[in-house]
């Protein structure tokens, strides 16, 4: 898998958070992650994926908070 497309899809978003997850619990914001469908159907691009499942693995669950 490309590395690049790993840090993008599922660690880029993770970063940003961590960032800036001060702020966003001072002021009780909400991150919103927007995945795709694609992890439901049989794809001939894996990698694109396997990325956005983790991207949906690593996220809360709904209504819980990061911190």
């Not at 790993?6 to 880029?12: M, R």
């Not at 049989?42 to 499942?53: C, E, G, R, V």
Request: aromatic share 6%; glycine share 2%; hydrophobic share 45%.
């Amino acid at each position: 898998m490309k590395k690049s497309i790993l840090i993008i899809n599922a660690l880029g978003p993770c970063l940003v958070v961590s960032t800036f997850l001060p702020m966003l619990i001072r002021d009780k914001a909400r991150v919103i992650n927007i995945s795709s469908e694609s992890v439901r159907l049989p794809a001939l691009f894996q990698p694109y994926q396997i990325t956005k499942i983790a991207l949906e693995a690593i996220r809360p669950p709904s209504g819980r908070n990061w911190s």
